[in-house]
């Protein structure tokens, strides 16, 4: 099938290139705009405790007023606050509020600290139902604005914070990190395909393809969010860009180095790239599908973040396929050679190369190789015993410097770490009755009694008086570890019991978001990752014909995951003192590390299979496979390695550490599991590897094995002795 589909490219390139960009000219024109959000509580299904509190208050309480932000105001010179002080603070409000900044219901200046260190002014703002309006963060920025002229002539300084005021940071920010990783994304790979291949043209090969068909899989994946009401995380553009140069990178790689090793055999540019199609297309296609099934199992996430986020990966993996097996062919068969100009290396194959004796220490000794690597895997894993989830993904991806965290920190000196984001409680009648006062009263007594509460406000009653509402500030930041354990283990527990006969209770508010996050992604685990790995192992098995490989193939990637996890732990909490890794990192990583890491795992095991199938045995085929699929694989990791290593580039603590992560888990993938770990154990496991479907039998039977070279002789020699 690649064989003919390989004739048919060669044979028509000028048509394909013409459908590409007549196609990409079609969807970018007709696609709606990709949007994001960084609402969690948006991501959650309904059936949970935060999602039908946040429905109480709508219903009940339709007009209770939004904290959209808090202005936080201190002396200039660090004193106490004076009453003079409170009085700048009242009219600095009351200016404001008189200013009419659209979607600003509300500047209302709140009591002094007790240390008399700080006081708040509450900014109310209607309730966001729309993710993609940023009404609010306009009116924040109209605030700012506005405020540093109010305090010209006081003793005041102030800032704003809150959760406008962090997600106009956060904008600001990612419109930043946007631009650093795609420049970076691109510097990196021109800079490391010069250095491999020594050939501008190949530089600009990937830039150039990729940059068509970016845009278009961007189209597509905002076409389907719309079409089936999707929702996208805000990291999606960012990891978009890193997927579509660093995975079409990547398979751009796999075909330019067998097309180059079929010229050293002497093949002419046109057969030579029908044999590279021939040789990598089922290779490519395979590595593909398992990056998408594993991507498509996201879909099974109970997140709508994480449901949106596996579609759009596969749709980009899926558009840079059809690239790789069709666009890319068709473009390097009408350049032939000229594609390695100025450099000649295409015309002779390196002796002596770091894989090339890699190869050869493999074949010689398979079983030192396979416990080292595993070894050296199982060592890192264990650094994932102290992992810990942080659910903040807008206060602990800003960097500290921003308005919103400085003034986050300055309200923390006078108030309950809980004062932005308060929790809600809403006590409800069954029945249709009343809540009376006293049964409000002693609800209220029972709440300000849990430890880990600050401070309960008196109950608001709705107009129907069948709910009442409580305004708890917890005495830990609402996404600490500590907030999370109150509102768990305590506050939940303390309101379900303290309801009154014929009454329910329900906590809601972003910490409460945030444990029901936590116990969504507790189940995600349980049903997402075995998913993808049977899906993985199947596609291995029909590929392999095997239900041996698949297994250790498997284990290789869980072992490469255990160490990716291990080593982020190690470097972001232990030695970076951060409170924990995104929450949802562990899913990420996973799918990444398992799905990319089984792209090299299936390149490396196809090279064993071709290798097995000239007539060499397990050990010469393993040594010879690490000489000719090494450098492929080496080179496929460092770039794609790199364009993730650009998302440290942001400046934002989540992106460094998704970025970190999936740098190392590819480095991980290319150099330890597919060079080394793949190779050696099935070196060791031999022709059982393949059964039943023994599809390292030579075809067309008989025949004699291929003459080996200086490496593989000394590999092979070095076997026979044992």
Same mark, same amino acid.
């Given at each position: 099938?690649?064989?003919?589909?390989?004739?048919?490219?060669?044979?028509? #390139?000028?048509?394909?290139?013409?459908?590409?960009?007549?196609?990409?000219?079609?969807?970018?024109?007709?696609?709606?705009?990709?949007?994001?959000?960084?609402?969690?509580?948006?991501?959650?299904?309904?059936?949970?405790?935060?999602?039908?509190?946040?429905?109480?208050?709508?219903?009940?309480?339709?007009?209770?007023?939004?904290?959209?932000?808090?202005?936080?105001?201190?002396?200039?010179?660090?004193?106490?606050?004076?009453?003079?002080?409170?009085?700048?603070?009242?009219?600095?409000?009351?200016?404001?509020?008189?200013?009419?900044?659209?979607?600003?219901? %509300?500047?209302?200046?709140?009591?002094?600290?007790?240390?008399?260190?700080?006081?708040?002014?509450?900014?109310?703002?209607?309730?966001?139902?729309?993710?993609?309006?940023?009404?609010?963060?306009?009116?924040?920025?109209?605030?700012?604005?506005?405020?540093?002229?109010?305090?010209?002539?006081?003793?005041?300084?102030?800032?704003?914070?809150?959760? %406008?005021?962090?997600?106009?940071?956060?904008?600001?920010? &990612?419109?930043? @990190?946007?631009?650093?990783?795609?420049?970076?994304?691109?510097?990196?790979?021109?800079?490391?395909?010069?250095?491999?291949?020594?050939?501008?043209?190949?530089?600009?090969?990937?830039?150039?393809?990729i940059g068509l068909i970016s845009p278009m899989a961007t189209g597509l994946i905002a076409s389907a969010n719309k079409a089936f009401d999707m929702?996208?995380?805000?990291?999606?553009?960012?990891?978009?860009?890193?997927?579509?140069?660093?995975?079409?990178?990547?398979?751009?790689?796999?075909?330019?180095?067998?097309?180059?090793? @079929?010229?050293?055999?002497?093949?002419?540019?046109?057969?030579?790239?029908?044999?590279?199609?021939?040789?990598?297309?089922?290779?490519?296609?395979?590595? @593909?599908?398992?990056?998408?099934?594993?991507? @498509?199992?996201?879909?099974? &996430?109970?997140?709508?973040?994480?449901?949106?986020?596996?579609?759009?990966?596969?749709?980009?993996?899926?558009?840079?396929?059809?690239?790789?097996?069709?666009?890319?062919?068709?473009?390097?068969?009408?350049?032939?050679?000229?594609?390695?100009?100025?450099?000649?290396?295409?015309?002779?194959?390196?002796?002596?190369?770091?894989?090339?004796?890699?190869?050869?220490?493999?074949?010689?000794?398979?079983?030192?190789?396979?416990?080292? +690597?595993?070894?050296?895997?199982?060592?890192?894993?264990?650094? %994932?015993?102290?992992?810990?989830?942080?659910?903040?993904?807008?206060?602990?991806?800003?960097?500290?410097?921003?308005?919103?965290?400085?003034?986050?920190?300055?309200?923390?000196?006078?108030?309950?770490?809980?004062?932005?984001? #308060?929790? &809600?409680?809403?006590?409800?009648?069954?029945?249709?009755?009343?809540?009376?006062?006293?049964?409000?009263?002693?609800?209220?007594?029972?709440?300000?009694?849990?430890?880990?509460?600050?401070?309960?406000?008196?109950?608001?009653?709705?107009?129907?008086?069948?709910?009442? +509402?409580? &305004?708890?500030?917890?005495?830990?930041?609402?996404?600490?570890?500590?907030?999370?354990?109150?509102?768990?283990?305590?506050?939940?527990?303390?309101?379900?019991?303290?309801?009154?006969?014929?009454?329910?209770?329900?906590?809601?508010?972003?910490?409460?978001?945030?444990?029901?996050?936590?116990?969504?992604?507790?189940?995600?685990?349980?049903?997402?990752?075995?998913?993808?790995?049977?899906?993985?192992?199947?596609?291995?098995?029909?590929?392999?014909?095997?239900?041996?490989?698949?297994?250790?193939?498997?284990?290789?990637?869980?072992?490469?995951?255990?160490?990716?996890?291990?080593?982020?732990?190690?470097?972001?909490?232990?030695?970076?003192?951060?409170?924990?890794?995104?929450?949802?990192?562990?899913?990420?990583?996973?799918?990444?590390?398992?799905?990319?890491?089984?792209?090299?795992?299936?390149?490396?095991?196809?090279?064993?299979?071709?290798?097995?199938?000239?007539?060499?045995?397990?050990?010469?085929?393993?040594?010879?496979?690490?000489?000719?699929?090494?450098?492929?694989?080496?080179?496929?990791?460092?770039?794609?390695?790199?364009?993730?290593?650009?998302?440290?580039?942001?400046?934002?603590?989540?992106?460094?550490?998704?970025?970190?992560?999936?740098?190392?888990?590819?480095?991980?993938?290319?150099?330890?599991?597919?060079?080394?770990?793949?190779? %050696?154990?099935?070196?060791?496991?031999?022709?059982?590897?393949?059964?039943?479907?023994?599809?390292?039998?030579?075809?067309?039977?008989?025949?004699?094995?291929?003459?080996?070279?200086?490496?593989?002789?000394?590999?092979?020699?070095?076997?026979?002795?044992?």
């Amino acid at each position: 099938m690649f064989s003919g589909l390989g004739r048919f490219v060669v044979r028509r #390139p000028w048509w394909i290139i013409l459908a590409w960009v007549v196609v990409a000219g079609a969807v970018i024109s007709l696609a709606p705009k990709l949007t994001s959000s960084s609402d969690e509580a948006s991501f959650l299904p309904d059936h949970y405790e935060s999602i039908r509190a946040a429905d109480v208050q709508e219903k009940d309480f339709p007009k209770q007023r939004n904290i959209g932000a808090i202005i936080v105001f201190e002396r200039s010179d660090g004193e106490k606050l004076t009453a003079a002080d409170s009085a700048d603070v009242g009219r600095i409000s009351k200016d404001l509020q008189a200013k009419r900044i659209p979607d600003v219901q %509300a500047v209302v200046p709140g009591e002094v600290s007790p240390n008399k260190l700080v006081q708040t002014s509450v900014v109310a703002m209607p309730k966001i139902t729309n993710p993609e309006d940023t009404s609010q963060q306009d009116a924040v920025e109209q605030l700012r604005s506005d405020l540093g002229p109010e305090l010209k002539g006081t003793d005041l300084s102030a800032g704003i914070t809150g959760s %406008a005021a962090q997600a106009l940071d956060e904008s600001d920010a &990612s419109e930043r @990190a946007g631009l650093l990783v795609g420049v970076g994304t691109i510097v990196i790979i021109i800079a490391l395909l010069l250095v491999i291949f020594r050939s501008p043209i190949i530089a600009l090969l990937p830039v150039v393809l990729i940059g068509l068909i970016s845009p278009m899989a961007t189209g597509l994946i905002a076409s389907a969010n719309k079409a089936f009401d999707m929702k996208a995380d805000s990291s999606i553009q960012e990891l978009l860009t890193v997927v579509l140069f660093g995975v079409g990178t990547d398979y751009i790689l796999f075909l330019l180095f067998r097309y180059r090793e @079929a010229l050293r055999a002497g093949e002419d540019p046109k057969s030579g790239m029908v044999h590279a199609v021939e040789r990598v297309g089922e290779a490519i296609t395979s590595a @593909a599908g398992a990056v998408i099934v594993a991507f @498509a199992a996201l879909t099974l &996430s109970s997140l709508g973040m994480l449901r949106s986020m596996g579609p759009a990966l596969a749709i980009a993996v899926f558009v840079t396929l059809l690239a790789g097996l069709t666009l890319v062919p068709a473009v390097v068969s009408l350049l032939g050679t000229r594609v390695f100009w100025p450099s000649k290396s295409w015309q002779r194959e390196p002796h002596g190369t770091g894989f090339a004796r890699l190869g050869t220490s493999i074949a010689r000794r398979p079983a030192v190789w396979a416990i080292v +690597s595993a070894v050296f895997m199982g060592a890192l894993t264990l650094g %994932a015993l102290g992992y810990k989830a942080n659910f903040d993904l807008a206060g602990s991806s800003l960097p500290k410097d921003k308005e919103s965290m400085v003034a986050m920190a300055n309200l923390e000196r006078g108030f309950p770490a809980g004062t932005t984001d #308060p929790t &809600s409680v809403y006590l409800s009648s069954s029945d249709d009755g009343p809540v009376t006062e006293r049964q409000a009263a002693a609800f209220r007594e029972r709440l300000a009694d849990v430890r880990g509460v600050g401070e309960v406000a008196a109950p608001r009653l709705s107009p129907d008086r069948t709910t009442a +509402s409580y &305004s708890v500030v917890l005495s830990d930041p609402p996404a600490s570890d500590r907030a999370l354990s109150t509102v768990k283990d305590r506050l939940r527990p303390a309101a379900h019991e303290a309801a009154p006969d014929g009454s329910r209770a329900l906590v809601g508010g972003m910490t409460a978001v945030y444990v029901d996050i936590n116990k969504a992604v507790d189940r995600d685990y349980s049903v997402v990752f075995p998913v993808a790995a049977i899906a993985i192992m199947l596609i291995l098995g029909l590929l392999l014909r095997s239900l041996v490989a698949p297994w250790y193939l498997m284990l290789s990637v869980a072992l490469g995951f255990g160490a990716t996890l291990g080593a982020t732990s190690l470097i972001f909490q232990q030695l970076g003192n951060q409170p924990g890794l995104m929450f949802m990192l562990p899913v990420i990583m996973y799918l990444f590390v398992v799905a990319l890491g089984t792209d090299y795992n299936i390149l490396m095991v196809s090279r064993l299979r071709e290798e097995a199938r000239e007539g060499r045995a397990p050990h010469d085929a393993a040594g010879t496979a690490v000489r000719h699929s090494g450098p492929t694989i080496g080179s496929a990791g460092v770039i794609l390695a790199g364009t993730f290593a650009t998302l440290m580039l942001a400046g934002n603590s989540t992106l460094s550490q998704m970025g970190f992560s999936l740098s190392f888990g590819i480095v991980i993938a290319a150099f330890i599991m597919a060079t080394v770990f793949t190779p %050696a154990l099935t070196a060791l496991i031999g022709h059982a590897a393949w059964w039943p479907g023994h599809g390292d039998e030579k075809r067309n039977g008989g025949g004699t094995p291929p003459p080996p070279d200086v490496d593989d002789k000394r590999a092979g020699d070095a076997t026979r002795t044992r």
